[in-house]
C-alpha cells in the first residue's frame, strides 16, 4: 500500500470522528436544559406541615395545607396529583410564603387523562421555599348538634354543642385543625369514610324558660263555633349571651334534642327542633312538640262596618270596621305557666280596648305574654278598628 493511501485513510478516520464529536455535543446541548431542569413531585415530599380545613363554606370543605419545596435557581417542575380524591381542579391555588418577591409561578399544565396538575416555578435563587397549597375539596361536611338536658323544675339547662364532621372525599388527615367559620380552630383526625364527633362546649346551669307559643296565624280559629284542640306548641328558650357561657359568636343552625332530668338522676326523651342559626343576643326557641298542658279558645265575636264612605253613584268605596275577638285560656297543669299570644291585625289599624298588655313586633303583629297560675282560667278580650278598607 502506498503512503499515499494511507495519509487518506487516515484523512477519513479523523474526519469521522470530528463528526461524531460534532453530534455529540449538539446532542449535549439540546438535552442539557430537560437534563438541569428541577422537578419536584408534591406527593412524593415526605409529609404536609400544618393543615388547616375550612368547613365555612357551602361548596365544599377549603383546605389549606403548607409544604416546602427544594427549588433549583431558575426554571422548576412540580407536579401535584391526586388519586380517587374529590379535589375541584380549577380551585387549586399555589402561593409562595418564604420568597414571594423572588419566586413566581409562571404557568400551569393539566395532563390529560390524570388527576394532575405541573406549576412552572421561577426562582431566582436556589433553596427551600415554603408554600401553600388550597383547594376545595368534596364529600367532607359538617353537622352541628346541641343536645340540652333540662331540671326538673325546667328553668336551668345544660347544653352540649357537637360537631360532627364526615369524611367521604377519599382523602385521609392523620392531623389537622378545623375551623367551622367562626370561634378557635379544632385539632382532629379523620380517615377516608370515617365519622367524627367532638364536644366543642359543654355548659351547665344555663338560665331558659319554657312557654306555650300559640301563633293566631297558624291557628285555625277564625269560626265562632268551638274549633278541635290540637295543643299548643312548647318552646324552651335560652340566649345566646355570655352570661349563659354563650354570646361568642352565631349559633349554627342544626337539630337540638331535649331531655329533662328527673329526680332519680335518669332522664327522659322529650323532643327534638331543627333551629336556624342563632345571632349573638338573640334566644334560641326549640319547638318540642305540642302540648295539652294549655288550652287556647279563640273566637270573633263581632265583626261590623263603620264610617262607611260612598261615592256619587251610592257605592262604597272605603269603610272600616268594628272588630271584637276573645279567647278563652285554661292551665291544666298543678305548675305556673307561660303563654305567648301572637296575634295578626293587618293594614291601618287602632286598638280601643284590651285587658291584657301587648308589645309590637311589627306593625301588624301583637305579642301578648300571659301568666297562668296552676289551674288557672283567664279571658283575653281586645276591639280594635281596621282604617280605610276597600270593598
Not at 95 to 100: A, I, Q, R, T, V
Not at 299 to 322: C, F
Not at 356 to 377: G, M, N, R, V
Request: proline share 3%; net charge positive.
Amino acid at each position: 500500500m502506498t503512503n499515499e493511501k494511507k495519509i487518506n485513510r487516515k484523512k477519513v478516520t479523523m474526519n469521522k470522528k470530528k463528526l461524531y464529536q460534532h453530534i455529540i455535543i449538539l446532542i449535549s446541548i439540546f438535552l442539557f436544559p430537560y437534563i438541569t431542569e428541577a422537578r419536584v413531585k408534591l406527593v412524593a415530599l415526605p409529609e404536609r406541615g400544618s393543615i388547616v380545613i375550612r368547613l365555612d363554606n357551602s361548596d365544599g370543605a377549603f383546605i389549606e395545607e403548607e409544604r416546602t419545596l427544594s427549588l433549583e435557581k431558575g426554571l422548576n417542575k412540580v407536579d401535584f396529583s391526586w388519586k380517587d380524591v374529590r379535589i375541584d381542579p380549577d380551585s387549586i391555588q399555589l402561593l409562595f410564603l418564604s420568597h414571594p418577591k423572588t419566586v413566581q409561578l409562571l404557568n400551569i399544565n393539566y395532563p390529560s387523562d390524570e388527576n394532575a396538575l405541573v406549576w412552572e416555578i421561577n426562582s431566582q435563587e436556589a433553596g427551600d421555599e415554603k408554600v401553600r397549597v388550597c383547594y376545595l375539596l368534596k364529600d367532607l361536611d359538617h353537622l352541628i348538634e346541641y343536645r340540652l338536658l333540662v331540671n326538673d323544675k325546667e328553668t336551668i339547662g345544660h347544653l352540649q354543642i357537637a360537631l360532627i364532621v364526615r369524611n367521604f372525599s377519599g382523602e385521609k388527615f392523620a392531623f389537622a385543625n378545623i375551623w367551622v367559620g367562626y370561634g378557635k380552630m379544632i385539632p382532629l383526625s379523620i380517615d377516608h369514610a370515617e365519622t367524627r364527633k367532638i364536644i366543642i362546649k359543654d355548659i351547665k346551669n344555663i338560665s331558659l324558660e319554657k312557654k306555650w307559643e300559640w301563633d293566631a296565624e297558624k291557628e285555625s280559629w277564625e269560626k265562632r263555633l268551638p274549633q278541635d284542640d290540637k295543643g299548643i306548641p312548647v318552646i324552651y328558650s335560652l340566649a345566646n349571651t355570655t352570661k349563659n357561657g354563650l354570646g361568642e359568636y352565631v349559633l349554627s343552625h342544626g337539630k337540638v334534642r331535649v331531655f329533662q332530668e328527673k329526680n332519680d338522676g335518669q332522664s327522659i326523651f322529650l323532643g327534638e327542633d331543627q333551629i336556624k342559626a342563632v345571632p349573638v343576643g338573640e334566644k334560641m326557641n326549640v319547638n318540642i312538640g305540642r302540648s295539652f298542658d294549655i288550652s287556647v279558645d279563640q273566637r270573633i265575636m263581632k265583626t261590623k262596618k263603620i264610617n262607611i264612605r260612598n261615592n256619587n253613584k251610592n257605592r262604597i268605596v272605603l269603610y272600616d270596621t268594628d272588630e271584637t275577638i276573645i279567647a278563652s285560656l285554661k292551665n291544666y297543669k298543678t305548675k305556673p305557666a307561660k303563654l305567648s299570644m301572637l296575634q295578626h291585625i293587618s293594614g291601618q289599624w287602632e286598638m280601643e280596648e284590651c285587658n291584657i298588655p301587648f308589645t309590637l313586633k311589627s306593625a301588624s303583629e301583637l305579642i301578648f305574654e300571659i301568666f297562668l297560675l296552676p289551674l288557672e282560667k283567664k279571658e283575653l278580650s281586645f276591639r280594635f278598628n281596621r282604617r280605610n278598607i276597600r270593598p
